[in-house]
T-cell receptor
């Protein structure tokens, strides 16, 4: 069965600094990978996805992620964090019947 | 873009009563919807896959008789929590599969259920 590990529960980044959120997955075949963002009390918004092709994926709000098959990773990055980016971020991998398996999430805190 | 709504956004009910949560795809037809449960500061756990016109597929460990799912139309799926207990208090989120696109889902804003 597929699984997703997000090793960092919380991350604090200064506003304007760069950001990298880690995600490792376990899946037998070529994975479909996603990053979602959740603001408090809200549903999830898709930031970006990787299905195939270019391993560097661009998403909304200035985010990007790089798929590294050799490391089973799909880390999310942003060159300059804004205070509005503070939220919880979930990495997910696609499984059977179009289901998604989510990691436990990383809470991003942005300091002034 | 595709929009998924949930109603109500929050509900408080007494132990032993049932509560229904609606999930609607507003501008597209969704043959498949998903129901998730999220505990505070936890990840989303898939409860069941709801397919229009057929029985829902429940994940292991999810009580079918407690969490009744009905996908009666291409734009509406409902989750009924029967005989609710305080341990059923949680944040319930639905999503709808994007037509013709594997795995991609649009998520509703969630429903906060509190059972007293």
């Amino acid at each position: 069965a597929q699984s997703v590990t997000q090793p960092d529960i919380h991350i604090t980044v200064s506003e304007g600094a760069s950001l990298e959120l880690r995600c490792n997955y376990s899946y037998g075949a070529t994975p479909y990978l996603f990053w979602y963002v959740q603001s408090p009390g809200q549903g999830l918004q898709l930031l970006l996805k990787y299905f195939s092709g270019d391993t560097l994926v661009q998403g909304i709000k200035g985010f990007e992620a790089e798929f590294k098959r050799s490391q089973s990773s799909f880390n999310l990055r942003k060159p300059s964090v804004h205070w509005s980016d503070a939220a919880e971020y979930f990495c997910a991998v696609g499984g059977g019947y179009s289901t998604l398996t989510f990691g436990k999430g990383t809470m991003l805190l942005v300091s002034p | 873009g595709a929009v998924v709504s949930q109603h109500p956004s929050w509900v408080i009910c007494k132990s032993g009563t049932s509560v229904k949560i609606e999930c609607r795809s507003l501008d597209f037809q969704a043959t498949t919807m998903f129901w998730y449960r999220q505990f505070p500061k936890q990840s989303l756990m898939l409860m069941a896959t709801s397919n229009e016109g057929s029985k829902a597929t429940y994940e292991q460990g999810v009580e079918k008789d407690k969490f009744l799912i009905n996908h009666a139309s291409l734009t509406l799926s409902t989750l009924t929590v029967t005989s609710a207990h305080p341990e059923d208090s949680s944040f319930y989120i639905c999503s709808a599969r994007v037509p013709g696109v594997d795995y991609e889902q649009y998520f509703g804003p969630g429903t906060r259920l509190t059972v007293t």
